[in-house]
């Protein structure tokens, strides 16, 4: 088990960035209402290419950054990582989201490759088509993740009982 | 505590799980009746 000189920088860390993670989405978010809004084609470029740099700038490592930082704390505090199950449903959603940003990092990066040709018109840049559904549904999933790991809902999960039966056994003694 | 069975999953976890598998279902049709418009 960590001790708390070492537990609190770490998760001081881990809720920064993964408050943080939301705000790059957001950010995110805006870019892409842009593409479907606008008509003005510097709009459509800037926010094409926007949409890449703040998925590799910003939501890539805040993702990674999260996640990691996660899978540390629940490792190192009381919690473990598959003991309770609000630590399992977190573990799983910040996983698949960060998949999930993973699998469409090509395609924002196509996209703004497309933007930044001179020959292609607004007409040609609306047709790039929104994320609107990954970025919505995204953001919407860190703030389930968000509420999980403030409430901590309780329930042990059948490895978790087995390891606090374990605990008290040991502790009562042979 | 000996000798109790161990606890099953939480109602919430289940609930949760029902909620992401439905909307999944609900984007892929979605997703499958849009392009099929777009054909026709």
Known sequence: MFPPWLRQPILISHIVVSVGWMGAVAAFIVLDVTTVTSDSEPMLRASYIGMDLVTKWALVPLALFAFSSGLVLSLGTKWGLFRHWWVVVTLLLTAAATAVLLVQLPVIAHRAEAAADPAMTADDLRDLGNLLLHSIGGFVVLLVIAVINVVKPRGLTAYGWRRQQDEAKSAKGP | ?40
Do not use: Q, T
């Not at chain 2, 939480?10 to 949760?16: C, Q, Y």
């Open chain 2, 1 to 40: 505590m000996d000798g109790e069975s161990p606890p099953g999953v939480p109602l919430w976890v289940k609930v949760l799980a029902g909620i992401v598998l439905a909307v999944l279902v609900a984007v892929v049709v979605l997703h499958y009746m849009g392009r099929m418009m777009l054909h026709h």
